[in-house]
């Protein structure tokens, strides 16, 4: 298998758990978004324009590859802005009216797969890095106090708008466009000047091949930083990186994470 490796913690977790279970991985490492943790392994690794669509496919079928994965960020604004398109590539995305991560994500997914390569899903031995349902820290949120939140911040990822909503005292205080999560909270945060909760809701038909919500320590600690109380997640739908480190720092701060998941 390949496996399209943006930045982020995500390739390197799931690398990780593919040496452990004993899987071969081509890697194509994205120029623009380098990802220095992949030199850790010792897979094979291609360095590759993320806009060569045509190049990833070509090596792919070289090496035999009948499957592949997206792991990691590619900043949209990055991806439309800097970098160079192939034929194929602009073919795939430039006939397009909607740009959303959504449809760029799918029209890529579709090229490979004319070739017959099939894209596995993003929690293929990745399982474990989901969010579980329920109170995941010492400190517990009242979720009665937060849905408005919580169904704001799915109805935007159903947007296909962002995934984050900054919400306190009954306000939604940010709402997450392309900016990205970080930036998102820093702006909620100067604009609420009281203690806030960050909501990040997966869409309400989630493709589990690419774009997964995802927080890690450096999302709690920024929060902590910032005056925050808590993240909620959708369990099940949103990777936890670092699990532990992360849930322990939320633990010994008083701050809380939340997996929220609909009731059937």
Known sequence: MALVAGGGDLPLIFLRNAEKNG????????????????????????????????????????????????LGYVRPEKLIRDFIFDARTRKAFFGLKDKSAKALMESAIAEFEKDGIKTLPTTYLMDEALSPEG???????????????IKTARSLADLEVGQTVVAGSGMIWAAEAMEGT?????????????????????RRNQDIRYDIPAIGPKTIKLVK????????????????????????????????????????
Request: proline share 2%; with cysteine.
């Open 225 to 264: 930083n910032l005056g925050g109380r808590g993240i909620i997640v959708e369990a099940g739908k949103t990777f936890l990186l670092n699990k532990e480190e992360l849930l322990r720092y939320a633990d010994n701060n008083n701050l809380f994470i939340y997996g929220w998941r609909k009731s059937r």
């Open 182 to 202: 970080d930036n998102c909270i820093k702006r909620g945060a100067k604009l609420s000047k009281k203690p806030f909760t960050v909501i990040k809701m997966a």
């Open 23 to 70: 899987q071969d991985v081509l890697v194509f490492e994205i120029q623009g978004e380098g990802n220095a943790g992949l030199s850790e392994f010792k897979y094979e690794k291609v360095r590759i324009n993320i806009g060569h669509l045509e190049d990833m496919i070509k090596i792919s079928l070289q090496k035999g590859i009948k499957h592949v994965m997206f």
């Open 135 to 149: 109170a995941l820290t010492k400190v517990k949120p009242d979720i009665k106090e937060h849905m408005y939140a």
